[in-house]
């Protein structure tokens, strides 16, 4: 949950690397680990909750935050579809 609240705080910014003022990317292990979270956090809902933090970001100018919460937001929709092994 902290991981998280790190990443609402920053703006969608957190453990990001900046590229360019409002842009920046964020490692694959950090969006898996906000992925998950999202999904302990919300359910069935988490894909939803996390594209409405990408909305929340664009609507901000927040590029890099609106990128990187679409990109957990499509994770957690191929997790939730990955069958269990």
């Given at each position: 949950?902290?991981?998280?609240?790190?990443?609402?705080?920053?703006?969608?910014?957190?453990?990001?690397?900046?590229?360019?003022?409002?842009?920046?990317?964020?490692?694959?292990?950090?969006?898996?680990?906000?992925?998950?979270?999202?999904?302990?956090?919300?359910?069935?809902?988490?894909?939803?909750?996390a594209a409405r933090q990408a909305d929340?970001?664009?609507?901000?100018?927040?590029?890099?935050?609106f990128h990187t919460w679409t990109r957990?937001?499509?994770?957690?929709?191929?997790l939730e579809r990955k069958p269990d092994?």
């Amino acid at each position: 949950m902290q991981f998280l609240e790190q990443i609402l705080r920053y703006d969608g910014n957190a453990l990001c690397l900046p590229i360019r003022p409002n842009i920046s990317i964020m490692n694959e292990s950090a969006i898996r680990q906000a992925a998950v979270q999202m999904m302990k956090l919300h359910g069935r809902e988490a894909e939803l909750a996390a594209a409405r933090q990408a909305d929340a970001m664009l609507s901000r100018g927040n590029v890099g935050g609106f990128h990187t919460w679409t990109r957990i937001a499509t994770l957690i929709n191929d997790l939730e579809r990955k069958p269990d092994v």
